[in-house]
T-cell receptor, first 111, second 112 residues
Framework: RKEVEQDPGPFNVPEGATVAFNCTYS??????FFWYRQDCRKEPKLLMS???SGNEDGRFTAQLNRASQYISLLIRDSKLSDSATYLC????????????FGRGTSLIVHP | ETGVTQSPTHLIKTRGQQVTLRCSSQ?????VSWYQQALGQGPQFIFQ???????GRGNFPPRFSGLQFPNYSSELNVNALELDDSALYLC???????????FGEGSRLTVL
C-alpha cells in the first residue's frame, strides 16, 4: 500500500461546480498535512495547510479525519483557473521531517 | 517567487553519463529536499539535507548522491544515467516554522 494515495482523475467539471478530492495516508503517526497545487510543467505551490479542526480559505475547504486517515479538499464555485493537479502531502513525526506526496488529482474545469 | 533557484532548467544527457543539478535555497532555510517527478506522477522523495548532513533518504540507488554547502545551497549528482532517470528534478527548502515546502522551478532532465 502506498503511503499517500489519491485518485488521479481527471475530474472534469463545469464552471461553478463543487468538487471534492480525498487523500488517504497509511502512517498513523503523520502529523502535518498540506494541499499543493501544480500547474502543467510548473513546480508545486502551497494551496493550504490542513488543520485538525479543518480550515477554509475562500472557496477552498480542507478537512482532516485522523480516525479514517484521510484528508479532503473541497472547491466551491469552480473557476477555469482552478484547472490544475492537486497534490496531497503528508509528513510523519519522529526524527526527519520528510514530506511525502501523493501522485496528484487532476482537475479540469470547463466553460 | 519562492526564492529557490535551480540550474540548469533543462538538459539532455545520454545513458551512462553523469549529471549535477544545483539549488539555491530560500534565505534562512537550512533544510533542502530533492524530489524526482516523472510524467503523470507525484514528486518522489530522493533525500533531504539539514545543515550539511543527509537527514533522510528515499528509495533511490546510491548513484543518486547529494551535498549541502555552508550557505545551504545544494547539489544533486546522478551517475551512470539510465533512461528512466528522465524526469523533473525539484529542489525544495523548508520553512522551519510552518513546514511549508518552497520549490524551485525544477530541472528537466532527458536521458537519451
Amino acid at each position: 500500500r502506498k503511503e499517500v494515495e489519491q485518485d488521479p482523475g481527471p475530474f472534469n467539471v463545469p464552471e461553478g461546480a463543487t468538487v471534492a478530492f480525498n487523500c488517504t495516508y497509511s502512517n498513523s503517526a503523520s502529523q502535518s498535512f498540506f494541499w499543493y497545487r501544480q500547474d502543467c510543467r510548473k513546480e508545486p505551490k502551497l494551496l493550504m495547510s490542513v488543520y485538525s479542526s479543518g480550515n477554509e480559505d475562500g472557496r477552498f475547504t480542507a478537512q482532516l479525519n485522523r480516525a479514517s486517515q484521510y484528508i479532503s479538499l473541497l472547491i466551491r464555485d469552480s473557476k477555469l483557473s482552478d484547472s490544475a493537479t492537486y497534490l496531497c502531502v503528508v509528513t510523519a513525526s519522529g526524527g526527519s521531517y520528510i514530506p511525502t506526496f501523493g501522485r496528484g488529482t487532476s482537475l479540469i474545469v470547463h466553460p | 517567487e519562492t526564492g529557490v533557484t535551480q540550474s540548469p532548467t533543462h538538459l539532455i544527457k545520454t545513458r551512462g553519463q553523469q549529471v549535477t543539478l544545483r539549488c539555491s535555497s530560500q534565505s534562512g532555510h537550512n533544510t533542502v529536499s530533492w524530489y524526482q517527478q516523472a510524467l503523470g506522477q507525484g514528486p518522489q522523495f530522493i533525500f533531504q539535507y539539514y545543515r550539511e548532513e543527509e537527514n533522510g533518504r528515499g528509495n533511490f540507488p546510491p548513484r543518486f548522491s547529494g551535498l549541502q554547502f555552508p550557505n545551504y545551497s545544494s547539489e544533486l549528482n546522478v551517475n551512470a544515467l539510465e533512461l528512466d532517470d528522465s524526469a523533473l528534478y525539484l529542489c525544495a527548502s523548508t520553512s522551519g516554522n510552518t513546514g511549508e515546502l518552497f520549490f524551485g522551478e525544477g530541472s528537466r532532465l532527458t536521458v537519451l
